[in-house]
């Protein structure tokens, strides 16, 4: 039982020490996630099109 209080004292030190992001944090990591993945799959679905027009031509 000592071990389970000492855990959960010690779990509840660590999370005061943790720092959470402001809700304008939040919204930019947000923005640039959706941005480059946007950019990413723009960029596979150009490669993919351009790859089935070669393939179209060869065959």
Do not use: G
Request: charged share 15%; no cysteine; aromatic share 12%.
């Amino acid at each position: 039982m000592k071990k389970i209080t000492t855990f959960v004292a010690n779990t509840k030190e660590e999370l005061y020490k943790v720092i959470f992001p402001t809700k304008i944090q939040v919204r930019q990591a947000f923005f640039a996630v959706m941005i480059v993945v946007t950019a990413i799959a723009l960029f596979l679905a150009l490669v993919d099109f351009i790859m089935s027009l070669i393939v179209s031509s060869v065959i």
